[in-house]
């Protein structure tokens, strides 16, 4: 990893435990950071503040952050990651300067931040991503699942043209149109949304998937897929193709599998593209029990 600036070993102070005593502060560890951060993002979004003890802005930054978690009462949580104890972890997010400060949401990280800002600042980073005051992120919505996809759309459009002004049932009915099979319709349903949008749980999904079927563009059938494989284990190309196309077909366990030998074997292939691959297809998925199995792969793979 690339080291951060730091003060000389000599002018270092003894480093005294730290004392998270609120609730929504604590300490993130290697050992408990895919439960506590990446899992647990999936209900409450996770501020993690990645600092180190001779790092003096790091000081200036931790009671601002603290403070907050405090004051919005469990919209979001704080988790502190001491970079000299954690390499492993600042590595994994390429941590090169200090203080470095990462949001995850919905089991993905969304956005952050480096050095030290006014409180005010923090407050419009955590507004813009939906994070207010008191409030914890409200469960999503889901389509009824006893109607049809087609069913769906048409109730949709019938409700929308009776009220014109109520964007987030465009947003319904972009996802029927997926589960349509309809990727263009959905995609331009979607784009037509307010920006406020853009963060939206549901919103993310969909757009997971739209990237799911875009990858799939031009690309072989699943049997010419398999047999590429099953030739050439190493061909990761068709590999991450056949896991794509697994997952669209609904044998998800199986997709996950392919992108989770991809990690395994050749973790930088394509930039990191299983890992990236996984997080997506967590987000598209309904299955808690499946997503959280595989989660568990994946961090014992990366950590």
């Known amino acids: 990893m690339n080291r951060y600036p730091r003060e000389p070993t000599s002018r270092r102070p003894f480093k005294e435990p730290l004392m998270a005593e609120s609730s929504h502060v604590f300490d993130a560890t290697q050992t408990n950071f895919e439960r506590e951060v990446i899992q647990a993002s999936l209900q409450t979004p996770v501020l993690v503040d990645f600092w180190a003890e001779w790092c003096g802005p790091c000081k200036q ?9 405090d004051e919005y009462g469990g919209a979001f949580r704080l988790a502190k990651v001491d970079t000299d104890a954690e390499m492993q972890l600042a590595s994994i997010f390429g941590i090169r300067s200090l203080p470095t400060v990462v949001l995850l949401k919905e089991g993905q990280m969304v956005d952050g931040f480096m050095g030290v800002v006014p409180e005010g600042h923090v407050r419009e980073f955590l507004a813009k991503h939906g994070i207010v005051p008191g409030e914890a992120e ?22 929308i043209a009776a009220q014109p002004d109520k964007p987030e049932l465009k947003l319904d009915l972009a996802l029927a149109l997926m589960q349509a099979g309809n990727a263009a319709a959905a995609e331009a349903e979607l784009d037509s949304l307010p920006a406020k949008f853009a963060s939206d749980a549901k919103a993310v999904r969909l757009r997971g998937q739209l990237d799911f079927a875009r990858a799939l563009e031009g690309a072989p059938a699943l049997a010419e897929l398999r047999a590429r494989v099953e030739q050439e284990p190493a061909d990761f190309a068709a590999r991450d193709l056949l896991g794509v196309r697994l997952l669209l077909a609904g044998d998800a366990a199986a997709g996950l599998d392919q992108f989770l030998h991809i990690l395994k074997t050749q973790r930088d292939w394509q930039d990191g593209q299983a890992r990236k691959r996984l997080i997506a297809a967590f987000n598209v998925l309904d299955d808690a029990d499946l997503v959280s199995t ?5 961090a014992a793979v990366l950590f």
Do not use: G
């Open 61 to 69: 930054l931790k009671p601002v952050l603290e403070k907050l978690a």
């Open 138 to 159: 409200p469960d999503v919505e889901r389509i009824d699942t006893d109607e049809s996809p087609a069913e769906a759309v048409n109730r949709l459009q019938q409700e």
């Open 294 to 298: 595989y989660r568990r792969k994946m």
